[in-house]
């Protein structure tokens, strides 16, 4: 099973021939996901690291059966390639770019509602099952396979979280990074939600940020399912000042709950282990699951 | 990114909506001039003085050196350059500002719009902002205007009216017209009122904004509607396609180490604590914070190198922390995934060496991609540098040091 991305899955990278997209396409294929060609408008017919390019994503999926894509496309054009890969049929769309501008990803987002495709990101590392298939920016070597799924806002942390969790003794079933922007495709529900369906995760961690109200969304629908399977959460930014990164009529959507302080308690009271120490992620987890 | 007052008028005017007259000036004898072009063109008699700064709370707010108010009111052409006098050049601190306060470079000289007539003037709220969870814009306003809303979400939720906007349909008239009936307004007010949203949308849109906020909204007494102050955020991800608008940014308002730090493609965020921090990628960087609190020490900055660490952003980052005094230890945490550890380490020698002279314990934890290579640089670099490479250590290293 796994969720997401798996051996089975046929990835594309939109954007394939530039200097990130090849950089990366070239990782994924050596970490041995299975890229079957690339999207670059005007390079259709050429080929690129032994894989076929094509002109559109259409064009794509119709010769390769492709059904997860990857998108590297300059911000300027990403909302684009986002919503060209949902009308070609693709069902993950993964959004690695950073910067897009927010009025593109509204649109970009309705675009794909009721469609039952899965867009993860932007500005995310992307999504990893170990030892089947990495579609992301991630070190495939620092996470090994196992029974834990991770849900990350940020990239250099899920490494982190991943990392301490493989130092623990356990091992990660798929990770999730799910993205920082204020608009993002997967919120934290919506990932936690696949982990907790899926037979092979046991556990996840949940790391999330100020900011917005992910996160105790995420955390009360736990608690109504009942608390099916252990959770260990921190928040990042328990310092980090009011006010500096939303202006000040944003605070009043998110509500009270946009601090840190705020998410962890919403957090604990519904069931999650929630540590202060982003140091203390995988032993926490040893414990919880020690403890079942 | 934030824009003046002053701006945000001009760009709102172009787009229909309707504001607050004012001529901006940056001296006390444009002011007058200001003053006297602003009579002909309006007719007002009184005129009032606005301090532009990025920051709220203006009108309660109070200049350091001369204790006058960030906003005045000059009744007469005559009293405009000795109340100007006591704003430019000034320090004018607001709930907003800090303790250090804001620097006034420039006043805008506006119209009075609060004349008596038939009617009493009343004060509105209206704001266009991003709904993050129902990724659209949401159309709030409240009767409370002039107040802090905040206050008024929290002790009357129910005074604020909030509309979403479907992002592809955009805002429907029915829209403009709940908003306006629910505000209360009728008559010539209704019919400026909807075409004022409407206007006010049309301008979010197209300038790519992240948040407008128009605070007070008056209906005057000749029930006019208009923009007596405008608050106006832009989506920095857009300003690529708005050239006009990136020229509006006033960099006297920053942090000049932010904007220095920004120069280096460096995100760096001025903090007061005393140990600094270098870190890739944002969230890790906000968990590094965190862990020098939990250590016994206080963060003295955000600082996240991005993806592509090397020698020269190691270097960039080193000479930005260190100019800040307060900085008693340096905490560098990299995660390396593509960027290697070995070739971070000999950035942070490198640069170390560069600079010279460093007094305070720097700390270097370094996992991911070659972490024992990179440790085995540091430690054998001769410099006063810790290695780490687990997060607890590294924070057993930051409690050691400032014990």
Same mark, same amino acid.
């Given at each position: 099973?796994?969720?997401?991305?798996?051996?089975?899955?046929?990835?594309?990278?939109?954007?394939?021939?530039?200097?990130?997209?090849?950089?990366?396409?070239?990782?994924?294929?050596?970490?041995?996901?299975?890229?079957?060609?690339?999207?670059?408008?005007?390079?259709?017919?050429?080929?690129?690291?032994?894989?076929?390019?094509?002109?559109?994503?259409?064009?794509?999926?119709?010769?390769?059966?492709?059904?997860?894509?990857?998108?590297?496309?300059?911000?300027?054009?990403?909302?684009?390639?986002?919503?060209?890969?949902?009308?070609?049929?693709?069902?993950?769309?993964?959004?690695?770019?950073?910067?897009?501008?927010?009025?593109?990803?509204?649109?970009?987002?309705?675009?794909?509602?009721?469609?039952?495709?899965?867009?993860?990101?932007?500005?995310?590392?992307?999504?990893?099952?170990?030892?089947?298939?990495?579609?992301?920016?991630?070190?495939?070597?620092?996470?090994?396979?196992?029974?834990?799924?991770?849900?990350?806002?940020?990239?250099?942390?899920?490494?982190?979280?991943?990392?301490?969790?493989?130092?623990?003794?356990?091992?990660?079933?798929?990770?999730?990074?799910?993205?920082?922007?204020?608009?993002?495709?997967?919120?934290?529900?919506?990932?936690?939600?696949?982990?907790?369906?899926?037979?092979?995760?046991?556990?996840?961690?949940?790391?999330?940020? #100020? %900011? @917005?109200?992910?996160?105790?969304? =995420? +955390?009360?629908?736990?608690?109504?399912?009942?608390?099916?399977?252990? $959770? *260990?959460?921190?928040?990042?930014?328990?310092?980090?000042?009011?006010?500096?990164?939303?202006?000040?009529?944003?605070?009043? #959507? %998110? @509500?009270?709950?946009?601090?840190? =302080? +705020?998410?962890?308690?919403?957090?604990?009271?519904?069931?999650?282990? $929630? *540590?202060?120490?982003?140091?203390?992620?995988?032993?926490?987890?040893?414990?919880?699951?020690?403890?079942? | 990114?934030?824009?003046?007052?002053?701006?945000?008028?001009?760009?709102?005017?172009?787009?229909?909506?309707?504001?607050?007259?004012?001529?901006?000036?940056?001296?006390?004898?444009?002011?007058?001039?200001?003053?006297?072009?602003?009579?002909?063109?309006?007719?007002?008699?009184?005129?009032?003085?606005?301090?532009?700064?990025?920051?709220?709370?203006?009108?309660?707010?109070?200049?350091?050196?001369?204790?006058?108010?960030?906003?005045?009111?000059?009744?007469?052409?005559?009293?405009?350059?000795?109340?100007?006098?006591?704003?430019?050049?000034?320090?004018?601190?607001?709930?907003?500002?800090?303790?250090?306060?804001?620097?006034?470079?420039?006043?805008?000289?506006?119209?009075?719009?609060?004349?008596?007539?038939?009617?009493?003037?009343?004060?509105?709220?209206?704001?266009?902002?991003?709904?993050?969870?129902?990724?659209?814009?949401?159309?709030?306003?409240?009767?409370?205007?002039?107040?802090?809303?905040?206050?008024?979400?929290?002790?009357?939720?129910?005074?604020?009216?909030?509309?979403?906007?479907?992002?592809?349909?955009?805002?429907?008239?029915?829209?403009?017209?709940?908003?306006?009936?629910?505000?209360?307004?009728?008559?010539?007010?209704?019919?400026?009122?909807?075409?004022?949203?409407?206007?006010?949308?049309?301008?979010?849109?197209?300038?790519?904004?992240?948040?407008?906020?128009?605070?007070?909204?008056?209906?005057?007494?000749?029930?006019?509607?208009?923009?007596?102050?405008?608050?106006?955020?832009?989506?920095?991800?857009?300003?690529?396609?708005?050239?006009?608008?990136?020229?509006?940014?006033?960099?006297?308002?920053?942090?000049?180490?932010?904007?220095?730090?920004?120069?280096?493609?460096?995100?760096?965020?001025?903090?007061?604590?005393?140990?600094?921090?270098?870190?890739?990628?944002?969230?890790?960087?906000?968990?590094?914070?965190?862990?020098?609190?939990?250590?016994?020490?206080?963060?003295?900055?955000?600082?996240?190198?991005?993806?592509?660490?090397?020698?020269?952003?190691?270097?960039?980052?080193?000479?930005?922390?260190?100019?800040?005094?307060?900085?008693?230890?340096?905490?560098?945490?990299?995660?390396?995934?593509?960027?290697?550890?070995?070739?971070?380490?000999?950035?942070?020698?490198?640069?170390?060496?560069?600079?010279?002279?460093?007094?305070?314990?720097?700390?270097?934890?370094?996992?991911?991609?070659?972490?024992?290579?990179?440790?085995?640089?540091?430690?054998?670099?001769?410099?006063?540098?810790?290695?780490?490479?687990?997060?607890?250590?590294?924070?057993?290293?930051?409690?050691?040091?400032?014990?």
């Amino acid at each position: 099973m796994s969720v997401l991305v798996n051996k089975n899955s046929r990835v594309i990278v939109q954007g394939f021939t530039g200097s990130e997209g090849s950089f990366h396409a070239g990782q994924m294929i050596e970490y041995g996901t299975n890229v079957v060609g690339g999207v670059t408008p005007g390079k259709g017919g050429s080929e690129h690291l032994g894989r076929p390019v094509f002109n559109t994503v259409k064009e794509a999926v119709e010769k390769t059966g492709a059904d997860v894509s990857i998108i590297f496309v300059p911000p300027a054009f990403a909302a684009d390639a986002i919503m060209e890969a949902v009308e070609a049929g693709i069902k993950v769309v993964i959004t690695i770019t950073e910067g897009i501008p927010v009025k593109d990803m509204m649109v970009a987002k309705k675009y794909l509602q009721n469609k039952g495709v899965k867009l993860i990101g932007p500005n995310c590392p992307g999504v990893i099952t170990p030892g089947e298939a990495k579609v992301g920016i991630m070190p495939g070597f620092v996470f090994k396979k196992g029974r834990i799924g991770i849900v990350s806002k940020s990239g250099t942390l899920t490494y982190e979280a991943a990392d301490q969790i493989v130092k623990a003794g356990l091992g990660i079933s798929t990770a999730i990074g799910i993205g920082g922007d204020p608009i993002i495709g997967t919120p934290t529900k919506e990932a936690v939600e696949l982990l907790m369906n899926d037979p092979e995760t046991d556990a996840i961690v949940m790391i999330g940020e #100020i %900011g @917005g109200n992910y996160e105790p969304v =995420a +955390a009360r629908w736990i608690k109504e399912q009942g608390n099916k399977k252990p $959770v *260990v959460g921190f928040i990042a930014g328990q310092t980090a000042p009011a006010g500096r990164r939303m202006g000040h009529a944003g605070a009043i #959507i %998110g @509500g009270a709950e946009d601090t840190a =302080a +705020a998410k962890m308690k919403i957090m604990e009271e519904c069931g999650i282990t $929630v *540590v202060d120490s982003p140091a203390e992620i995988g032993e926490t987890m040893l414990k919880v699951l020690r403890s079942k | 990114m934030n824009i003046h007052e002053y701006q945000g008028k001009e760009i709102l005017k172009k787009y229909g909506v309707t504001i607050q007259r004012g001529i901006v000036a940056d001296t006390p004898d444009s002011a007058i001039q200001a003053a006297k072009e602003l009579q002909a063109e309006t007719g007002t008699k009184w005129f009032v003085i606005k301090s532009q700064i990025h920051a709220g709370g203006r009108g309660k707010g109070k200049i350091r050196e001369t204790g006058s108010h960030g906003v005045v009111l000059a009744k007469s052409i005559a009293e405009v350059p000795d109340k100007v006098k006591a704003i430019l050049g000034g320090t004018l601190v607001t709930h907003q500002t800090g303790a250090e306060g804001k620097k006034v470079n420039k006043v805008l000289i506006a119209e009075d719009v609060y004349y008596p007539g038939e009617a009493q003037p009343k004060e509105y709220y209206l704001s266009i902002l991003l709904d993050r969870s129902k990724a659209c814009p949401v159309i709030m306003a409240s009767t409370e205007g002039g107040m802090n809303i905040e206050e008024v979400a929290e002790e009357h939720p129910e005074k604020i009216i909030k509309e979403w906007i479907d992002p592809v349909v955009g805002l429907q008239p029915f829209q403009a017209r709940k908003i306006a009936f629910a505000l209360g307004w009728e008559g010539n007010a209704f019919k400026e009122g909807v075409r004022f949203i409407n206007s006010l949308y049309t301008a979010y849109l197209g300038l790519d904004a992240s948040m407008f906020e128009i605070n007070p909204l008056l209906k005057t007494s000749d029930n006019k509607i208009l923009a007596v102050d405008a608050k106006v955020n832009l989506d920095d991800n857009a300003l690529y396609r708005h050239k006009d608008l990136a020229e509006l940014r006033d960099i006297t308002e920053e942090d000049p180490l932010e904007v220095e730090a920004g120069k280096a493609g460096l995100n760096y965020v001025k903090l007061d604590g005393n140990v600094g921090c270098m870190v890739n990628g944002a969230g890790l960087a906000m968990a590094t914070m965190d862990i020098i609190k939990l250590s016994g020490g206080e963060p003295a900055n955000f600082l996240d190198v991005g993806g592509g660490a090397n020698a020269e952003t190691v270097e960039a980052g080193f000479r930005i922390i260190l100019k800040d005094p307060n900085v008693k230890a340096i905490l560098i945490n990299i995660f390396g995934g593509i960027v290697r550890c070995d070739r971070v380490a000999n950035g942070v020698v490198e640069a170390y060496k560069k600079i010279g002279d460093i007094k305070v314990p720097i700390i270097v934890r370094l996992q991911g991609t070659n972490a024992e290579e990179g440790a085995k640089i540091i430690e054998q670099s001769g410099l006063k540098v810790f290695s780490a490479i687990l997060l607890k250590d590294a924070a057993q290293r930051v409690k050691e040091v400032l014990s």
